[in-house]
């Protein structure tokens, strides 16, 4: 048996997931129809976004039912800030866990731009995951370019960490970190055990964002192998804001891209 072979024997299966504003056009003309086609091509997890916070419990319940037909499940949600705070928690958390999902991520921290404003994001997660912790739930927060760039002589995402409980998600956006030229390998070095999620984003340098995933400038094989092994990693998401394909076949090539980088 070869290195690689080994190598891979022993990695532990990680679900792989779509986050679903991958597929957004398909998704606002049928979002069930959409779910199926996801299922279909054989993703495990989904990842709803911001919309989904203006469901009812009646709808999230019909979602459920489907998520359960196709053995498929949500494992988180996207929200905006607004969703880990107050009624807005009290809603997420309603829907959460119809859907069965146990991390509320914030997907935006909004108007941000001194250290204080990032100190008071942070604390909004802090007190999202004392709320949520007894109901075996945590809080996330995903990150964009902006918190890995320094500014006025800090860069927000350490920030963050440093002021939030280990319990709270450092959900990985990696093509966006790889945009801005920060190392995502030191970055999960740096935060064992709390980079249980992350967006397979890719990025390169001719065609931005419009790359598939492990088509780009990101070194996937080491960056899934310390996800796995350091980061905590529980799910692994794939995220894409276009392409030169239509959304679901760029989803399905996405997927036969990961599965020659991690075969099931």
């Not at 804001?241 to 991690?262: D, H, I, Q, V, W």
Request: proline residues 5%; hydrophobic residues 35%.
């Amino acid at each position: 048996m070869n290195e690689e072979r080994t190598r891979r024997s022993f990695m532990k299966h990680i679900p792989l997931g779509l986050e679903l504003y991958s597929v957004r056009d398909a998704l606002a003309k049928d979002l069930m129809g959409t779910v199926r086609a996801v299922a279909k091509l054989g993703y495990e997890v989904v990842e709803f976004y911001s919309p989904y916070q203006s469901w009812t419990p009646e709808y999230a319940k019909e979602v459920r039912k489907l998520l359960d037909e196709l053995k498929i499940k949500c494992l988180s949600t996207h929200n905006s800030r607004s969703g880990l705070e107050g009624d807005g928690l009290k809603k997420a958390i309603e829907l959460n866990q119809i859907l069965g999902s146990k991390t509320i991520v914030m997907a935006s921290a909004g108007r941000t731009q001194t250290q204080d404003d990032w100190k008071r994001v942070a604390e909004t997660l802090t007190t999202a995951a004392q709320v949520l912790k007894p109901l075996k739930m945590r809080s996330g927060y995903h990150n964009h370019q902006t918190e890995f760039r320094e500014t006025s002589g800090f860069r927000p995402i350490p920030l963050l960490a440093a002021n939030t409980p280990k319990d709270v998600t450092l959900q990985f956006d990696v093509g966006t970190c790889m945009e801005v030229g920060y190392d995502p390998l030191a970055w999960i070095a740096a935060n064992p055990g709390r980079i249980r999620s992350l967006h397979l984003k890719d990025w390169g340098k001719t065609e931005g964002y419009k790359v598939l995933f492990s088509e780009g400038e990101t070194p996937w094989a080491k960056l899934l192998d310390l996800a796995a092994s350091k980061g905590g990693a529980e799910c692994f998401l794939i995220e894409q804001e276009g392409s030169r394909f239509p959304s679901l076949e760029t989803a399905e090539k996405c997927l036969a891209n990961y599965r020659k980088l991690r075969p099931a």
